[in-house]
T-cell receptor, first 113, second 116 residues
Framework: KAGVTQTPRYLIKTRGQQVTLSCSPI?????VSWYQQTPGQGLQFLFE???????NKGNFPGRFSGRQFSNSRSEMNVSTLELGDSALYLC????????????FGPGTRLTVL | AQSVAQPEDQVNVAEGNPLTVKCTYS??????LFWYVQYPNRGLQFLLK??????LVKGSYGFEAEFNKSQTSFHLKKPSALVSDSALYFC??????????????FGQGTTLQVKP
């Protein structure tokens, strides 16, 4: 089985711009979660989607949004980028989410200048 | 509040020696516990999990972890370390605040350095 894929792998944006990151889960997995990884804050949960419904949301401002499509692919969007949004954004998929291990993609490295 | 603590920022061990990476947790309800490893510029790789059952869990690459309910710990162990085990290790617990979520709460990570 192919693993979790994320596109793009690297992204450079300027403050005020918006960005969309994409995640394709492992075939058959219906749960997709997003995490932000920074040196200072570590790994922080952004969202969780299951069957196109947001099941859980982390403590991030409304500039961060996401969605899941009927084929389980997911996107996350960050509007009005700030310097502090520079991070590695990781997508993870699992069969159902609860109790199942999550399989992570390689991440998208976002740099905001 | 749910939380995970990894008390050591870095663990140094000589190749061939046993290694332990420590993790303690605080969660409401039954804990679902996980260990992940991250190599430079890579995503996280799943090593093992504890949901229920035997307190000693065996995982990938020769790693195992011991669940201790009374001490609320889930330490990662390996009998004989390899240089290639050098990486960043994360302990995680499922958020027990809701029964219908796979949200993980991660520790801050422990860098494992295995020297030849």
């Amino acid at each position: 089985k192919a693993g979790v894929t994320q596109t793009p792998r690297y992204l450079i944006k300027t403050r005020g711009q918006q960005v969309t990151l994409s995640c394709s889960p492992i075939s058959g997995h219906r749960s997709v979660s997003w995490y932000q990884q920074t040196p200072g804050q570590g790994l922080q949960f952004l969202f969780e989607y299951f069957s196109e419904t947001q099941r859980n949301k982390g403590n991030f401002p409304g500039r961060f949004s996401g969605r899941q499509f009927s084929n389980s692919r997911s996107e996350m969007n960050v509007s009005t980028l700030e310097l502090g949004d520079s991070a590695l954004y990781l997508c993870a998929s699992s069969f159902k989410g609860v109790g199942n291990e999550q399989f992570f993609g390689p991440g998208t490295r976002l740099t905001v200048l | 509040a749910q939380s995970v603590a990894q008390p050591e920022d870095q663990v140094n061990v000589a190749e061939g020696n046993p290694l332990t990476v420590k993790c303690t947790y605080s969660v409401s309800g039954n804990p679902y516990l996980f260990w992940y490893v991250q190599y430079p510029n890579r995503g996280l790789q799943f090593l093992l999990k504890y949901i229920t059952g035997d307190n000693l869990v065996k995982g990938s690459y020769g790693f195992e972890a011991e669940f201790n309910k009374s001490q609320t710990s889930f330490h990662l162990k390996k009998p004989s370390a390899l240089v290639s085990d050098s990486a960043l290790y994360f302990c995680a617990v499922r958020d027990g605040g809701s029964s219908n979520t796979g949200k993980l709460i991660f520790g801050q990570g422990t860098t494992l350095q295995v020297k030849p």
